[in-house]
């Protein structure tokens, strides 16, 4: 087990699993120094992905979603350049990052995203997938051998990456802080998952049980 440092708060201790899903990919790829990073999505695990490329010997690291709503957000979390998703955005993102990607973090998790992501990657690069698309999601075999894709599938965290989160919570670290977006009460939760199923500015909504 891990223990909460009595110096950080409940809300503290809510990021500490999603800065651990996001340490676990990043962590797989084992970055090159100073490699090109491009992070596909700007939800939860695109930004803790977002933050750890950053620490973990990204060089230029660019943030992508289809909405802006997220752009000051991957910024803060460590991001260069935040680029829209679309039409044209292959040459949006080499631009942003001088080149195409070496690694692209897929933080989307919708149908589409994995060939998306083997799309945009450099020849020889990697594709992490930490969407966790539950949907049959094609892939074209023939790019993705043209281009000789690594692709890799992250699942969760460990207990070691778990205590890493801790501890860089503990040491002061405040960027993760900033994805919390709404702190409610228990009462207000019915109308705030209401809200969360339609079109939403939220990013990380912490309920305090006691308020």
């Known amino acids: 087990s891990v223990k909460l440092p009595s110096a950080l708060s409940l809300l503290d201790g809510a990021l500490v699993e999603p800065l651990a899903v996001g340490l676990h990919g990043v962590s797989l790829a084992r970055l090159k120094p100073n ?72 933080a989307i998790g919708v149908v589409g995203a994995l060939q998306q992501s083997v799309n945009l990657v450099k020849p020889n690069g990697e594709v992490i997938s930490m969407g966790f698309c539950m949907a049959p999601d094609a892939v074209i075999p023939g790019i993705a051998t043209f281009k000789q894709v690594k692709l890799t599938f992250s699942m969760a ?35 705030m998952i209401e809200t969360l199923r339609g079109a939403h500015n939220e990013t990380k909504v912490h309920v305090e049980p006691w308020a």
């Open 35 to 106: 490699a090109r990073v491009l992070v596909l999505g700007g939800g939860t695990v695109g930004l803790t992905a977002t933050f750890w490329a950053r620490r973990l010997g990204a060089g230029r690291l660019v943030t992508a979603s289809r909405s802006r709503r997220r752009e000051s957000l991957a910024l803060a979390m460590g991001a260069d350049a935040f680029v829209t998703l679309g039409e044209g955005e292959g040459e949006r993102i080499a631009e942003a990052l001088g080149g195409p990607p070496d690694y692209v973090f897929e």
């Open 157 to 191: 965290w460990t207990l070691e990456e778990f205590q890493t989160a801790v501890d860089l919570l503990d040491r002061g670290d405040v960027e993760p802080r900033a994805m919390v977006s709404n702190t409610i009460s228990l009462d207000a939760l019915p109308s």
